[in-house]
């Protein structure tokens, strides 16, 4: 195909992209965000990708934030309050999920 890029090698910046959604539980809470239309706390995200650990998911969230997928905003409240939201980018990528997900519910069982 003209202008086709299968053959191209990727490059750095999608070969990070799948190496940040290469992790597991990666994509669940990218979905889990994305199905949500504010900021998410801590518990709530955990209880949205059920079977995750306080400890892989505090991880997950940190490397999403550090890849620009994920946004942590921090308030000063009595308990603080830490919530995470998609970034535009990361908007983008579980937009790209979530259709991803429509066409596998359609193959059946490959």
């Known amino acids: ?3 086709s890029t299968r053959s191209a090698p990727l490059t750095r ?3 990070d992209l799948l190496q940040a959604l290469s992790a597991r539980w990666t994509m669940h809470i990218l979905l889990a965000l994305y199905a949500s239309d ?3 706390r801590f518990g709530e995200i955990q209880k ?3 079977g995750i650990s306080n400890r892989v998911l505090s991880n997950r969230l940190a490397d ?3 890849s620009g997928l994920v946004s942590r905003n921090v308030t000063a409240t009595r308990p ?3 919530t995470y939201r998609l970034t535009g980018i990361g908007q983008r990528v579980a937009a790209a999920l979530t259709r991803l997900r429509e066409v596998a519910s359609t193959c ?3």
Request: no cysteine.
């Open 64 to 66: 999403l934030e550090n």
């Open 48 to 50: 949205t990708v059920s």
């Open 13 to 15: 910046a999608e070969s």
């Open 38 to 40: 504010r900021s998410r």
């Open 80 to 82: 603080i309050t830490i």
């Open 108 to 110: 059946g069982d490959m």
């Open 1 to 3: 195909m003209p202008g």
